[in-house]
């Protein structure tokens, strides 16, 4: 009886295993489509405490945006590629702000996003509430929040998806 064809096809278990997970690490994710402009609505929000990054947030004092449930896609939302140096860049009536994404709206739809008041405040008065018609992006941010300026091959790329070029 001979033990070594055995061990070989044993010892290649782990291994494809491991080259596996590479490879499909990630790719549950739905695809964040980085530097592809939406029309859409923004409230705001004040809450404080943990955001669904898992960090402490303060909503009615710091920079910062909630986007909608729906480009969220792990079970652990600390571990979302939203999660992962992603911002939203918000343009409206001649005024941009990218503020950096730490919590998720469960009740916002997929063009609504929800801003920290003092976000919101950079565009728009608070007793406003809503406002209607602005233009916002998810973009890749630098350590320090602010945005970097992405190659023009990678431009309209998307993070997490399982198809064509990825940002990651």
């Not at 055995?6 to 295993?17: D, K, S």
Request: aromatic share 6%.
């Amino acid at each position: 009886m001979r033990v070594v064809p055995n061990l070989r096809i044993l010892a290649g278990v782990p291994l494809a295993a491991a080259a596996l997970v590479a490879l499909t690490a990630g790719t549950a994710s739905a695809a964040i489509p980085i530097n592809k402009p939406m029309t859409g609505k923004a409230t705001y929000y004040n809450d404080a405490g943990y955001g669904a990054c898992g960090t402490q947030i303060n909503a009615g004092s710091q920079m910062l945006v909630a986007v909608s449930h729906t480009w969220w896609t792990s079970a652990n939302p600390n571990n979302d590629p939203l999660c992962k140096g992603i911002s939203v860049k918000v343009s409206y009536q001649g005024k941009t702000v990218t503020v950096p994404v730490r919590d998720k709206c469960p009740s916002c739809d997929s063009t609504h996003i929800d801003l920290s008041q003092p976000a919101f405040a950079r565009f728009a008065p608070l007793g406003q509430g809503v406002i209607n018609g602005l233009t916002w992006q998810f973009v890749k941010a630098g350590f320090a929040g602010e945005s970097i300026p992405l190659s023009e091959p990678v431009t309209g790329s998307t993070i997490g998806s399982t198809t064509g070029s990825t940002v990651g």
